[in-house]
């Protein structure tokens, strides 16, 4: 130490000791901490040369006077307060003993590790200050109301934050907020009240935050604590307290816009969710792309990507809250193109969000038209008979009565109005759960027509005046619902029907499917219709169409019997087999595997095409593909050649992909952004492609065919006739982008 710094320390010592009234042992012990920054006791004792058992009491009693903060930590730790704070009310007689101190003060990186504890009202202010001013996106404050002015003028400098406020201390009988609304800064984006007695709690960015307990409370002690935490994981505790408990049940204050304006990030999900259930009253949901960072929910692995927003769940007295995106995968890819998002710490989704950007995405089309699509659809519009319903056809099997639903509800003193959203369904039972009343849900049944396989196919062929032959359980005697409908076409009954209570949503679709317990199979076929009865409705019909193995379990056994006892005997047999397996996660292995062998043995004396979305698709892969096959031929090209069957069709609403012996195709379909009805989609693009097998089309100009018969019936909620299927058609293009 030089000369001049030992006079240095000399005038500090006796100014602290003249006039801070301090030992000369608190003099040493303040000096060191001074000098050398954050310590432990023991250091302190060897810097300071003051014994180690009067440094703890000496610590004790600076901490008191405000010289001295302790960091709550083993082994614990000491540093000296700010000078310029500790020394402020002797500041005037103490100028050149600042100027000194200032010159030595080292800054405490260490209160930025993790967690630092304060008991000094004026360092807990200055962290304070410090994380509003330093916040980045995104503020979170939960405030007691008689501390708003103490930070009110920071936070009206926090312009480019989110920023939400929580003034709690508010008291119940307080029906006029508008002075105190006046009071709060309009940087404040959000603002809500609470009656209760809450600690001040300020997270910022999800990274940083301060936790103050307040006096009052029966575990606070005689002086104020502050914790400061910059651990990001303890922070994330913090912030979900306040975002998930007290946010949720504070009273709302109306303070400036509501309305979001876009594009937008989040940090928290909810938040998103939130501005989007605004949003979406007045905009289509798919109006909005979402993109997101996060992680793999299976798999921990780090995630980024984007989408079409198609749905999402969010109540805030709900802790569950995601969305449903679409990522647009291509119409022959097999994995679903729709992924679901949660928040961090979600598990029954597919990936967690730490952060999420919300913009409009501008697009009345959701895709253009390809080369190939362009090509086919030329192909299909040359194709196209002059005249539709000069051919017979046979559907059957599965057959049921829909008893089509929706669910009410009614508000005291008003009319019984339809749950249109399924999220408001949900939330309905959500309440419920936190009742203590059984859940009662009221609906009432809108209509009762024919449905299954049988009814759905046998509709859109009825419509384009086809002689259609309905084989399948339509009741005992015949429900009246399938003589109403198919009053001009043969109906041949296997059995007692059942019925399907169908409660729809303009969003998504609810079944209650009543199992028939007559298992049909080919003995109760033939005990029903003898073969050669059975033979003349299927003798010159342009197509059988038969589905689904969902609903008739037995169905091998009976594509066995068609093969060996019927199509020996027909002197005309039809030219296409249709097969619509329907949902199969049910069956094990073995089961595909060994209805697959039925299915190639009746290929074998008449081309079978099976049909399948996505969801089906995987399953039979799973079930059929080894491992250690080639994998760079397309899924659905090594599916048609593990059942050996001569097509293979994979469909979702974004388009189809075929694969027979020669070649994979592809068809776009033209996207609906707010389609008048979504129940029987898939029921009616089999029917457009059993259509365009019967009258002889071309693969490519087929799939468009079943496109447009699918599509008309979600813009029109009807099957088309053939005027509106031939229109649709030629309109087919136009419902794309612009190239």
């Known amino acids: 130490m030089t000369a001049e710094d030992e006079a240095k320390m000399a005038l500090l010592r006796e100014t602290m000791e003249a006039n801070a009234d301090f030992t000369t042992y608190e003099t040493e012990v303040y000096l060191a901490l001074v000098r050398g920054g954050a310590q432990t006791f023991t250091e302190v004792a060897e810097t300071s ?57 080292d800054t405490i990186d260490t209160v930025e590790s ?26 979170f404050l939960l405030l007691p109301i008689d501390r708003l002015q103490s930070v009110a003028d920071i936070l009206s400098q926090c312009e480019e934050q989110q920023l939400r406020l929580i003034l709690s201390n508010v008291s119940p009988e307080s029906n006029d907020v508008s002075e105190l609304d006046a009071a709060v800064p309009d940087t404040v984006d959000e603002l809500r009240v609470v009656s209760t007695s809450e600690d001040f709690v300020l997270t910022v960015d999800r990274r940083r935050g301060m936790y103050w307990v307040q006096e009052g409370h029966e575990y ?15 922070t994330m505790v913090l912030d979900r307290f306040v975002s998930e408990s007290i946010w949720p049940l504070a009273r709302t204050v109306e303070h400036g816009s509501r309305r979001p304006s876009l594009p937008k990030e989040y940090i928290r999900i909810r938040d998103c969710l939130a501005d989007i259930s605004v949003l979406t009253e007045s905009r289509p949901v798919d109006s909005f792309t979402v993109s997101i960072d996060g992680y793999d929910t299976q798999t921990g692995e780090t995630v980024s990507l984007e989408g079409t927003l198609t749905s999402y769940y969010y109540t805030e007295y709900d802790i569950r809250a995601s969305f449903t995106l679409s990522t647009e995968s291509a119409a022959n890819d097999v994995e679903s193109s729709l992924v679901t ?108 027509e024919p449905g299954g396989h049988v009814a759905h196919v046998g509709g859109v062929f009825d419509e384009l005046r086809y002689d259609v032959t309905l084989l399948g359980q339509l009741g005992n005697p015949i429900r009246s ?15 007692q029907t059942t019925s399907t209570d169908y409660v729809w949503f303009e969003d998504r679709k609810f079944l209650l499917t009543e199992p028939n317990p007559e298992i049909l199979d080919w003995d109760r076929v033939t005990d029903r219709i003898d073969v050669t009865t059975l033979a003349e409705h299927v003798n010159d019909a342009a197509i059988l169409t038969m589905g689904t193995w969902f609903a008739t379990p037995e169905l091998p056994d009976i594509l066995d019997g068609l093969r060996t006892e019927l199509w020996p005997i027909l002197n005309s047999p039809p030219p296409h087999v249709h097969i619509h397996p329907g949902e199969i996660s049910q ?44 994998s760079s031929s397309p899924t659905v090209e090594q599916v048609r050649d593990e059942i050996g069957i001569t097509r293979f069709v994979l469909h979702s609403q974004r388009g189809a992909t075929l694969a027979s012996p020669d070649e994979v195709i592809s068809v776009k379909a033209p ?36 496109n447009s018969v699918a599509g008309y019936f979600m813009r029109h909620d009807k099957a088309p006739t053939p005027q509106e299927l031939r229109s649709f058609v030629a309109e087919y293009d136009s419902f794309f982008a612009e190239s």
């Open 49 to 105: 040369d003051v014994p180690k058992q009067r440094v703890y009491d000496i610590v004790d009693d600076l901490q008191n006077r405000g010289f001295v903060e302790v960091i709550d930590d083993y082994p614990k730790k000491a540093y000296a307060v700010d000078p310029s704070e500790a020394i402020s009310s002797i500041r005037d007689r103490l100028s050149q003993a600042e100027e000194y101190l200032e010159e030595l003060y």
């Open 114 to 139: 993790g967690i630092a504890l304060f008991k000094s009202e004026s360092t807990i202010q200055k962290y304070v200050r410090e994380l509003l001013q330093t916040a980045e996106r995104d503020i």
């Open 220 to 234: 606070h002690e005689s002086e104020g604590q502050g914790y400061y935490v910059t651990n990001p994981s303890l």
């Open 341 to 448: 998002v949660g928040g961090v710490g979600t598990r029954n989704v597919d990936y967690a969000a730490h952060n999420i950007e919300l913009r409009e995405n501008g697009v009345t089309h959701a895709d253009e038209l390809d080369s190939e699509t362009a090509r086919h659809l030329e192909t299909c519009r040359s194709e196209l008979p002059t005249e539709f319903g000069n051919e017979s056809v046979v559907t059957c099997f599965d057959a049921f009565i829909d008893r089509i639903r929706e669910f009410v509800t009614r508000k005291p003193g008003t009319d019984y109005e339809r749950i249109r959203k399924f999220d408001d369904f949900r939330e309905a039972l959500v309440r419920f759960e936190a009742s203590e009343m059984a859940p009662r849900i009221e609906w009432r049944e809108t209509d009762t």
């Open 481 to 495: 619902e399938f003589t109403r409908e198919f009053r001009d076409q043969q109906l041949i009954s296997l059995g």
């Open 587 to 630: 069956l094990s292995d073995a089961e595909i595997r060994a209805g697959c062998e039925s299915i190639a043995a009746l290929d074998d004396i008449v081309p079978v095409t099976v049909t399948a979305n996505r969801s089906e698709t995987r399953r039979f892969r799973d079930a059929l593909v080894m491992d250690d096959s080639d």
């Open 671 to 706: 996207q609906v952004v707010n389609p008048r009805q979504i129940r029987n989609v898939t029921a009616h693009f089999i029917s457009g492609l059993a259509l365009g097998l019967a009258e002889g089309l071309s693969d490519g100009a087929a799939l468009v065919l079943a």
